[in-house]
Each structure stands twice: as C-alpha cells, then as structure tokens.
C-alpha cells in the first residue's frame, strides 16, 4: 500500500464510520496520547521499567499503526499529500546529512 492508498483509506473510513474528522486540535491531542502508548512499550519492553499487572497485553504494532491512523487524519484534514511531503523530506535529509554520521564518532563501533 502506498502513503496516497493509506490516506484515501483513512478518509473512506472516517467517512464510512467515523462521521467526520475530529478538529486538528483533537487529533494533536489523540495523537500525543497515542505516542505515549507508544512510549510506555519501549520503555518497558526495551527499557528498564517493567510491565505493571494492569499493562494487559500491549502490542507495539498495533500502537505505531493507532499513530499511523492519527497522523494520517492530521494529513487529510489539512490538505497534505504525505506521500511528497515524505519523498522531499527525505530529499533535504539525505543533502543535509549524506555525510554527517559517516564522520560521527559517537556512531562508530
């Protein structure tokens, strides 16, 4: 699936089932909990904190894909063609950085 497919199938289903899209502020709001979720795994799973009885089950994929969704109804909603915007952000990091972590040492072994 592409970016494009991905955002023409957020759209179809917010329209389908989610009525309309909820205002950008909510969304930013919906999207920095999702990140938290997000958060919590990796600091659990890969990190030093431990899982609590209450953390039932946590699935990190289905968490970055709650991210995903949000970030894709922020894209919709304001008019962003994530796909361009993905390919000339990629563009600007590769000529910014194309050489900047070969030389640094903090990432050699």
Same mark, same amino acid.
């Given at each position: 699936?592409?970016?494009?497919?991905?955002?023409?199938?957020v759209?179809?289903?917010?329209?389908?089932?989610?009525?309309?899209?909820?205002? +950008?502020?909510?969304?930013?709001a919906?999207?920095t +909990?999702?990140?938290? +979720?997000?958060?919590?795994?990796?600091?659990?799973?890969?990190?030093?904190?431990s899982?609590k009885?209450s953390?039932?089950?946590?699935?990190?994929?289905?968490?970055?894909?709650?991210?995903?969704?949000?970030?894709?109804?922020?894209?919709?909603?304001?008019?962003?063609?994530? +796909?361009?915007?993905?390919?000339?952000?990629?563009?600007?990091?590769?000529?910014?950085?194309?050489?900047?972590?070969?030389?640094?040492?903090?990432?050699?072994?």
């Amino acid at each position: 699936m592409t970016i494009k497919q991905a955002q023409n199938k957020v759209d179809d289903w917010i329209k389908k089932y989610g009525v309309r899209y909820f205002n +950008e502020l909510t969304n930013m709001a919906i999207l920095t +909990e999702e990140v938290g +979720e997000v958060a919590r795994i990796i600091a659990r799973q890969y990190g030093e904190q431990s899982f609590k009885k209450s953390d039932r089950n946590p699935e990190l994929a289905d968490e970055l894909a709650d991210v995903l969704f949000v970030l894709i109804c922020i894209a919709n909603q304001t008019g962003i063609n994530l +796909e361009d915007a993905f390919k000339k952000n990629l563009e600007k990091k590769t000529e910014r950085d194309k050489n900047r972590h070969f030389s640094n040492k903090k990432l050699k072994k």
